[in-house]
């Protein structure tokens, strides 16, 4: 690609890649074999992303001509373009201001403060063998996961690509069956400590109310 298109600028690609991977091992810091899978999936959602961000634009390439004649008015290999879901549906306004990139700005920012509120509550219960119950662990049980989730759907709001859509669904097949790991081991280590605490909290959304949730369920 042309660097006059807005791409086949891998350097910046790879550095991209490299600074949020750093950025969220600083809050995640993975602690077991299961955080590592858990980190390492969401690696390679990340490199995926700004491989097509800033590298080569498959998702574009691929749906061009079908693009260029519902939107013939927009250059499709700019790199405002990459923004997808913004250009379709203002065609020719400036994508950075639209509701998808401020709505993607916001989970990730939401994403990043939970893995990094998570962190040390979740450190200090592991050194003293206790259960997590305070800080986000108070309103949702996986919280770094959840961060994990919130960021990838941003990404995708921001910069869809078939790629990384693809991995999405994986992505959370793979977190789902981990925090249900996680948490039925923590039910046999705790036991009724646990069970008091998984009345109060629920699954994955907090809620504002104190009702108790029913059981996991293991997907």
Request: aromatic share 18%; net charge positive.
């Amino acid at each position: 690609m042309s660097p006059t298109a807005g791409y086949g600028f891998w350097l910046l690609a790879a550095g991209n890649a490299a600074l949020f991977i750093g950025f969220a091992y600083s809050f995640a810091r993975p602690l077991n074999g299961r955080d590592w899978r858990s980190f390492g999936a969401f690696s390679a959602f990340i490199v995926a992303l700004f491989a097509e961000m800033y590298g080569f634009p498959l998702t574009i390439y691929l749906f061009a001509g079908w693009l260029q004649t519902r939107w013939p008015g927009v250059n499709w290999f700019s790199h405002d373009s990459g923004h997808l879901l913004e250009m379709v549906a203002r065609p020719g306004i400036n994508p950075h201001f639209g509701p998808f990139n401020l709505l993607s700005t916001v989970f990730i920012l939401v994403g990043f403060w939970l893995i990094a509120a998570a962190w040390p509550v979740l450190y200090r219960a592991v050194r003293r063998g206790t259960l997590a119950t305070s800080g986000p662990y108070a309103r949702i049980p996986h919280p770094q996961y959840a961060g994990f989730i919130l960021i990838m759907t941003g990404f995708l709001l921001q910069w869809p690509t078939l790629v990384t859509m693809a991995m999405y669904p994986v992505l959370l097949v793979i977190y789902f069956r981990l925090a249900a790991r996680e948490e039925a081991a923590a039910a046999a280590q705790f036991r009724a400590e646990h069970a008091a605490w998984a009345k109060r909290v629920p699954a994955w959304i907090p809620r504002l109310s104190s009702s108790s949730r029913g059981p996991a369920i293991s997907p």
